[in-house]
């Protein structure tokens, strides 16, 4: 089920296709959660549904409902393949790539085109990347390979360069609760948002009650650390153990919303001050140590894809909330 934001990459990928001006590379730029990889398999629908062939300008395009479609859906078709990072790395490998673009150099098996899916294109280790340059340089005719990347400048130039790129605008948040509201039913999908960003495909594979109440959780202990009235190793050893990477969003998010309202002025920046008990009224907000901290927890969040001691690591980031 498509969201409204996806509607202007999905008009302009059709006018390609049906003008035959598909590029033999797209680089689909999409933040997490917003429909990146939902909006790579919808191209491979595209490109491989009979209907949608040769520049049919049919309004129903793809159909979604021919074998075709159904089987790309499915992930089943043989003329398309994915490759994502292997379950035991954060990284896409050098074999990987090099195993997808030998397949790319076959005959499609239905006389059409062969896609290839990258995703996510950003978590390419650098030989992965080379390989697959070798292989956007001189491109096997019918082919379309879709990178899908939230952060494409991580991506060499020279590969970023052999791209269509095709941008996905953030959905609003309307947009987002109405598309949560349609696929999955009413729920607390406002606090979901407040944690995950404007998310709205991530967020669809949460729980909102149970996601509402563990950042009611989280916020509760984080006031009872700042207070110095909780112990940050018990809670260090508690967080490590499940939901660490939810936790730390409702970490960042909390750190967030007081860092606006100190730069705001509100009442509610009187306790944000480095001391354990607030100065005088007109002393100075302490607003930098809070975007130190916020730097902490997105450095921590990042490095949760590597073998680090998480509890460790936690204890060290509630010791600095609580001085």
Known sequence: MSGPWLKEAMSSLGRMHAADRMPHALLIHAAHGTGGDWLAGWVAQLVLCPTA??????????????????????GQHPDLSWTRPLEDSQQIRIEQIRERCAELALTSHQGGYKVAIVDPADSLNRFAANALLKTLEEPPPRTLLVLVAAQPS????????????????????????????????????????????????AAAALDPAATAALRSQTWGLLEEMRRGRADPVLAAEQWSRAELPLR?????????????????????????????????????????????????????????????????????LLRSLQA
């Open 53 to 74: 062939a040769h520049g049919s300008q049919t309004a129903d395009r793809p159909c979604g409902r021919c074998a075709s479609c159904r089987h790309v859906s499915q």
């Open 154 to 201: 991580r991506l060499p130039a020279t590969l970023r360069s052999r791209c269509q790129r095709i941008a996905v605008r953030a959905p609003t948040r309307a947009e987002s609760l109405e598309w949560l509201t349609s696929a999955r039913g009413a729920g607390e999908w406002e606090a979901v948002l407040d944690i995950l960003g404007e998310a709205p495909l």
């Open 248 to 316: 730390l969003a409702c970490v960042e998010n909390w750190l967030t919303e007081r860092i606006r309202a100190a730069l705001a002025g509100t009442p509610q920046s009187a306790e944000l001050r480095a001391t354990a008990q607030p100065r005088r009224a007109d002393s100075v907000i302490n607003t930098p140590t809070l975007f130190r901290l916020l730097d902490a927890v997105r450095e921590l969040k990042a490095a949760l894809v590597t073998p680090i001691n998480r509890s460790l690591a936690l204890e060290s």
